[in-house]
């Protein structure tokens, strides 16, 4: 079993309790591959409606993408309301925006409910527009009250530059509904409420083999066969081989993250604000300050490169220099990447890949609300709740294009760069 990664987030664990292997012959109602956020909450879900759930862990809990993100909590998917309306039609794409800001309240009510202090929530997110786009941040703003009634604030430049000292930025758009936090201590906080009211978790047992065909659905790891009524997939970047159907659907993409020494003198130059923070671009920076202000969180870039680079805390901060140029001096203490789980439609991937197997996957990009949410549905769907895992019907297990798709992905996120690079200039 390996242990977590060196990042903030392992560096400021509240806890150090871990889950024992699977052994023997184990029996439950439900069985959840995958222990990040999606499969956590659907477990939580099952477990405080007294069903039998065992969820399996190929590491630790939350040890991807989960446990390693910015901590942004806010409504929407990785893809536009725009592009989603296309799919679906305005109604239908109304229904998909409202369920992720259910899933934003979902991460809030645990975090209240459960006196989760150590995910240290912190509210506000601005997103900051780094050219001269204030109309366009208007026009979304009354766009989200009139449809969703979202209250959003509109920063123009003068007010924008004095809470980000950067000469990048024009123009914000503040949600004072959404918030940031820690994810790993959220998500283990959330294991050990599954195991109070009796569900079972077992890290350091990858499944390498499953029978999903009968009443009786059976998967097998190294020392354990689990037998179960129902099976759900809730594997993300690292999904494995194990279900060919998920592999062959989805896009592992790497994002990096970079903390900062403690400055928080210097860091005051440049940042005046206790939100988080992302930029318009389709591959932007995003970054909060933690520890009261004293240190940067700073996150970007994306690529289809799965391999860790040896270069990630230069490209960050290079990022974060042009950005801050008084930042020149503040020196980097760890960086670090995880591989997130894109669909080519950039929709979450939810639904039921035969009678007694369900998939919830593909979050990247958004996952904080969207994992929540659909661990949600696909919960209410397997103990039969409600059907609300349908509204992402029109987004299946979509081919991911293997090899080609790969490299469209990378070209296409250059030539986002590129357009980025023009536009700001």
Known sequence: MSSYIDTYYRRTLATQESYPPAEGTLKTDICIVGGGLAGLTAALNLARAGRSVLLLEAQRVAWGASGRNGGFVSPGYATSLAAIE?????????????????????????????AITEAAPSPGIMKVVRYDGGAGLQAVRDTQEKRFGRKLRYLGRDETRALLNSPKYHASLAADD??????????????????????????????????????????????????????????????G??????RRAYIPIATYVLLT???????????????GVGDDRRAGDYYR????????????????RTTEPGDVAAILRHEMVTTYPQLAELKVEAAWSGLMSYARHLMPQIGQYRPGVWYCTAFGGHGMNTTA?????????????????????????????????????????????????????
């Open 289 to 304: 300050t933690v520890e009261g202000g004293s240190r940067i969180l700073w996150g970007g870039r994306i690529t289809t």
């Open 86 to 114: 296309r799919q679906t039609g305005r109604e239908q794409a109304d229904e998909l925006y409202r369920l992720t800001m259910e899933g934003v309240e979902i991460v809030r009510g645990n975090i209240e409910s459960l």
């Open 373 to 425: 949410i659909g661990g949600t549905v696909i919960a209410e769907a397997i103990r039969g709740a409600s059907d609300r895992y349908k509204l992402f019907a029109p987004f299946g297990l979509v081919w991911n294009g293997g090899p080609f798709g790969t490299a469209a992905v990378q070209l296409t996120y250059w030539g986002y760069q590129a357009a980025d690079l023009i536009r700001g200039r």
């Open 178 to 239: 959404s918030f940031h936090f820690h994810p790993l201590n959220y998500a283990r906080a959330l294991a050990r409420e599954i195991v109070r009211l009796g569900g079972k978790i077992h890290e350091g047992s990858p499944v390498i083999s499953c029978e999903l065909d009968g009443a009786v659905k059976r998967l097998k790891t190294a020392k354990a066969t689990i037998e179960a009524e129902q099976v759900l997939f809730t594997t993300g970047g690292y999904t």
């Open 241 to 246: 081989d194990v279900l060919p159907a998920l």
């Open 261 to 275: 020494e403690a400055a928080p003198d210097l860091i005051r130059q440049a940042i005046r604000i206790g939100t």
